[in-house]
């Protein structure tokens, strides 16, 4: 079966940096769009960056130029660079891909198991 496991994240303080890594594993035939969603405790989960199979990307307002979205499609990883980092980043970051696997009947949107990031004032 198809799995996204994500690392990276933890405490840092506002203006810091953090850099969060998503590795897709499975028998995978090719990964579309993958993305990261945020969720603070009281609000709705929110989109935060994606990026298609060749590179292109697209950002939440309230993080773009702060956060770079990356992806390495030899290793099937994903990246969120993120830079100048605010209280209100504090939320579960979620990964998720929209992964081809070689049993196609499968194919379809996959999670990460979420990671906190936590940013203090």
């Known amino acids: 079966q198809v799995q996204l496991v994500e690392s990276g994240g933890g405490l840092v303080q506002a203006g810091g940096s953090l850099r969060l890594s998503c590795a897709a594993s499975?028998?995978?035939?090719?990964?579309?769009?993958m993305g990261w969603y945020r969720q603070a405790p009281g609000k709705q989960r929110a989109l935060v960056a994606v990026?298609?199979?060749?590179?292109?990307?697209n950002y939440a307002d309230s993080v773009k130029g702060r956060f770079t979205n990356s992806r390495d499609n030899a290793k099937n990883t994903v990246y969120l660079q993120m830079n100048s980092l605010k209280p209100e980043d504090t939320a579960v970051y979620y990964c998720?891909?929209?992964?081809?696997?070689?049993?196609?009947?499968?194919?379809?949107?996959?999670w990460g198991q979420g990671t906190q990031i936590t940013v203090s004032s």
């Open positions: 990026i298609t199979s060749d590179g292109t990307t």
């Open positions: 499975g028998r995978i035939f090719s990964i579309n769009t």
């Open positions: 998720n891909a929209h992964v081809i696997p070689y049993a196609w009947s499968t194919a379809g949107n996959y």
